[in-house]
T-cell receptor, first 116, second 115 residues
Framework: GAGVSQSPRYKVAKRGQDVALRCDPISGHVSLFWYQQALGQGPEFLTYFQNEAQLDKSGLPSDRFFAERPEGSVSTLKIQRTQQEDSAVYLC??????????????FGPGTRLTVL | AQKITQTQPGMFVQEKEAVTLDCTYDTSDPSYGLFWYKQPSSGEMIFLIYQGSYDQQNATEGRYSLNFQKARKSANLVISASQLGDSAMYFCAMRENSGNTPLVFGKGTRLSVIA
């Protein structure tokens, strides 16, 4: 497909489990963003990659959250020892140029994580 | 301090009527961008319209227009001729250009279009 894809679409984890969420950006897009969207809230920035470099991770809520994009395309957001407050929709977005100042971000459908 | 405020948790509009979704923002950066996104029940965020802080004219994209009032720090979205498919969550967002900051979103407004 031509858009951003994310997998899995839904994930249920027991508290304490580790999870890995995958994002496939649009081919050739330089920038990749992760957002966390809690129920009834707007998305909140987690981290940003330009190619394989993680340029901003200021939004990651704790050291249990880790993201990587080793080859500058697919990205994985990993959450270790999940807690109930991690339950949210995790959105991935990509844009064709580098820099946070580029206007248009293309969003994926998100992964809904529920921690029991 | 909240940077984006959307005061309408929910709005109803009759099909074919126009509706205005409110958004106010707070920034001391003279250069910034304002965005509106639509989020249907499928979950993905769909970009609708963009307004730069230095743009002289209000942005328009088809049935969407942005009523930008810089002195009031408001960036309301106007949807004309509402359609049933417009029912969704709508988010206002801002990016401050200095310091390379990410998008900051408001809490959203749920729009329901009634036949």
């Amino acid at each position: 497909g031509a858009g951003v894809s994310q997998s899995p679409r839904y994930k249920v984890a027991k508290r304490g489990q580790d999870v890995a969420l995958r994002c496939d950006p649009i081919s050739g897009h330089v920038s990749l963003f992760w957002y966390q969207q809690a129920l009834g809230q707007g998305p909140e920035f987690l981290t940003y990659f330009q190619n394989e470099a993680q340029l901003d991770k200021s939004g990651l809520p704790s050291d249990r959250f880790f993201a990587e994009r080793p080859e500058g395309s697919v990205s994985t957001l990993k959450i270790q020892r999940t807690q109930q407050e991690d339950s949210a929709v995790y959105l991935c977005a990509s844009s064709p140029l580098g820099g946070l100042n580029y206007n248009e971000q293309f969003f994926g459908p998100g992964t809904r994580l529920t921690v029991l | 301090a909240q940077k984006i405020t959307q005061t309408q948790p929910g709005m109803f509009v009759q099909e074919k009527e126009a509706v205005t979704l409110d958004c106010t923002y707070d920034t001391s950066d003279p250069s910034y961008g304002l965005f509106w996104y639509k989020q249907p029940s499928s979950g993905e965020m769909i970009f609708l319209i963009y307004q730069g802080s230095y743009d002289q004219q209000n942005a328009t994209e088809g049935r969407y227009s942005l009523n930008f009032q810089k002195a009031r720090k408001s960036a309301n979205l106007v949807i004309s001729a509402s359609q049933l498919g417009d029912s969704a969550m709508y988010f206002c967002a801002m990016r401050e250009n200095s310091g390379n900051t990410p998008l900051v979103f408001g809490k959203g407004t749920r729009l329901s279009v009634i036949a």
